[in-house]
């Protein structure tokens, strides 16, 4: 059985959970509302306030949706009841990062500026950084999978380098250093 898949999903006050026709799980709550389709092959049942997953064999393909639409389904009721933040900082010098509604402006150190627009369901904030800090940027959203899919396609316009450190990287994560190029003596 899976650890994942079969534990149930607890619902907190204020989210409603549907089953739709067509295994569709719609989930509703403080923040907005989510819905995910669910493989017919598993079967979900909603008791009281817990959602419950089972799984009709023990093949591996029904083993890994088992767990898999347990996590999708609780990450959107953790969604709709609290939402996801992602923090990135700038490391870097002139590195820069400015929000005006839903289009982002990032300075990376090229020649020009980077623009991107982000989704309507994520909200970007750049608070205000003290002199000699790096600039934030965090992401707001219900949506786990989207929000980590913005922050990653982010990152990716410059990737956080091994020997100075600098880059986008997300606040609290440990870069792996590289010692330089030293003179050899002669």
Same mark, same amino acid.
């Given at each position: ?20 026709? @067509?295994?569709? +799980?719609?989930?509703? #709550?403080p923040?907005?509302?989510? !819905?995910?389709?669910?493989?017919? *092959? $598993? ?50 010098? @002139?590195?820069? +990062?400015?929000?005006? #509604?839903?289009l982002?402006t990032? !300075?990376?150190?090229?020649?020009? *500026? $980077? ?10 904030e ?24 913005v ?36």
């Amino acid at each position: 059985m899976s650890r994942i898949g079969k534990l149930p999903v607890n619902l907190p006050a204020g989210v409603s959970v549907e089953l739709l026709d @067509g295994n569709v +799980v719609k989930v509703k #709550g403080p923040l907005g509302e989510l !819905s995910q389709k669910v493989d017919p *092959d $598993i079967t979900v049942t909603i008791e009281g306030n817990e959602i419950k997953f089972t799984r009709p064999g023990d093949q591996p393909r029904f083993r890994s949706m088992h767990g898999l639409y347990r996590a999708l389904v609780h990450n959107m009721v953790v969604g709709v009841s609290e939402g996801f933040t992602i923090k990135q900082e700038f490391v870097g010098v @002139g590195y820069r +990062v400015a929000a005006q #509604g839903q289009l982002l402006t990032m !300075s990376l150190g090229y020649s020009h *500026d $980077i623009q991107l627009m982000l989704p309507e369901e994520v909200k970007a904030e750049t608070p205000q950084v003290r002199k000699g800090e790096n600039p934030l940027l965090i992401l707001k959203s219900i949506d786990k999978q989207l929000v980590g899919q913005v922050a990653a396609k982010i990152r990716s316009f410059r990737r956080p380098e091994p020997y100075k450190g600098k880059g986008i990287k997300f606040v609290g994560e440990t870069l792996r250093r590289k010692a330089g190029k030293t003179a050899s003596a002669k």
